[in-house]
Nanobody
Framework: EVQLTESGGGLVQAGGSLRLSCAASGFTFDDWGIGWFRQAPGKAREGVSYISPIGSTYYHDSVKGRFTISRDNAKNMVYLQMNNLKPEDTAVYYC?????????????????????WGQGTRVTVSS
């Protein structure tokens, strides 16, 4: 059974940093891509970042230069380092897994490709 568990959310002031973690189990982690998505209150869920099995990365324009996604295949973990956080980053953050290798800038953020999701971790950025 595929399981994804997010952690690391919390309350932080604007300009601060958080590191989100996504622990994966139940599948051959090395072969799967992992995406981070977020859903702000009253808004649709959106793709934040994605890392392919070989380490290619993609980011939403609003987080480029501030967020960094990485993976540790030995530990079955994916991380999202979030720096210079802004109030508009406030959301519930989810990690999700996909067997589809997404190498297109227009495809990595499509929820359709992600079959398993974690329960989410809340990030609140105060101004």
């Amino acid at each position: 059974e595929v399981q994804l568990t997010e952690s690391g959310g919390g309350l932080v002031q604007a300009g601060g940093s958080l590191r989100l973690s996504c622990a994966a189990s139940g599948f051959t982690f090395d072969d799967w891509g992992i995406g981070w998505f977020r859903q702000a209150p009253g808004k649709a869920r959106e793709g934040v970042s994605y890392i392919s099995p070989i380490g290619s990365t993609y980011y939403h324009d609003s987080v480029k230069g501030r967020f960094t996604i990485s993976r540790d295949n030995a530990k079955n973990m994916v991380y999202l380092q979030m720096n210079n956080l802004k109030p508009e980053d406030t959301a519930v953050y989810y990690c999700a897994s996909t067997q589809v290798v997404l190498t297109n800038e227009n495809l990595w953020s499509k929820e359709f490709f992600f079959g398993s999701w974690g329960q989410g971790t809340r990030v609140t950025v105060s101004s």
